[in-house]
T-cell receptor, first 117, second 110 residues
Framework: GAVVSQHPSRVICKSGTSVKIECRSL??????MFWYRQFPKQSLMLMAT?????????EQGVEKDKFLINHASLTLSTLTVTSAHPEDSSFYIC?????????????FGSGTRLTVV | RKEVEQDPGPFNVPEGATVAFNCTYS??????FFWYRQDCRKEPKLLMS???SGNEDGRFTAQLNRASQYISLLIRDSKLSDSATYLC???????????FGKGTSLLVTP
């Protein structure tokens, strides 16, 4: 089946530094990539939607200059958390959509647990 | 009001029990409905889609009531391995993003 590889799975960084998270679709073309954030005991909250080759669409309340998304190819999307602060500590997860699979075409990465100290 | 609401639980049930989860959604234009399962600190995985006529997959039965904007999941003959968080997920007809409920936690005990 479809696989999305997400790296790193866990990262600890100092406050003020930037962290890049990568998601790669391994055997399909991800026309759309979604980035979610999940705080403990909370639901997955959509941060942004990106389509290959175009600018990401951010959800209300998500700072686009802080969470930089690049979807330069059909198999790779990256999320960079710039100038991270402790309140950015969360579980970040990507989801790639394979347009050829309809409603079954959503494949999630395994998530990145970010801790900012 | 959140777009997808679920009772967070936790639901603690013995092995073999039947348990039901409910979910409501606020956007009447929603077109697609799913139940996902999420294990602790893992990514969510699709359990089943939910169809208007109701659908069954082994021990799992999902129901949709569009008039009430209500979705349910029934698990029969619970197994220890069913312990997880069950996420109610809704997709509107505009855009492709999935909207997740907070999840209902299930613990099946021996």
């Amino acid at each position: 089946g479809a696989v999305v590889s997400q790296h790193p799975s866990r990262v600890i960084c100092k406050s003020g530094t930037s962290v890049k998270i990568e998601c790669r679709s391994l055997d399909f073309q991800a026309t759309t990539m979604f980035w979610y954030r999940q705080f403990p005991k909370q639901s997955l909250m959509l941060m942004a939607t990106s389509n290959e080759g175009s600018k990401a669409t951010y959800e209300q309340g998500v700072e686009k200059d802080k969470f930089l998304i690049n979807h330069a190819s059909l198999t790779l999307s990256t999320l960079t958390v710039t100038s991270a602060h402790p309140e950015d500590s969360s579980f970040y997860i990507c989801s790639a959509r394979d347009s050829g699979q309809g409603n079954y075409g959503y494949t999630f990465g395994s998530g990145t647990r970010l801790t900012v100290v | 009001r959140k777009e997808v609401e679920q009772d967070p639980g936790p639901f603690n049930v013995p092995e073999g029990a039947t348990v039901a989860f409910n979910c409501t959604y606020s956007n009447s234009a929603s077109q697609s409905f799913f139940w996902y399962r999420q294990d602790c600190r893992k990514e969510p995985k699709l359990l089943m889609s939910v169809y208007s006529s109701g659908n069954e997959d082994g021990r799992f039965t999902a129901q949709l009531n569009r008039a009430s904007q209500y979705i349910s999941l029934l698990i029969r003959d619970s197994k220890l391995s069913d312990s997880a968080t069950y996420l109610c997920v809704v997709k509107s007809n505009s855009g492709y993003a999935l909207n997740f409920g907070k999840g209902t936690s299930l613990l099946v005990t021996p």
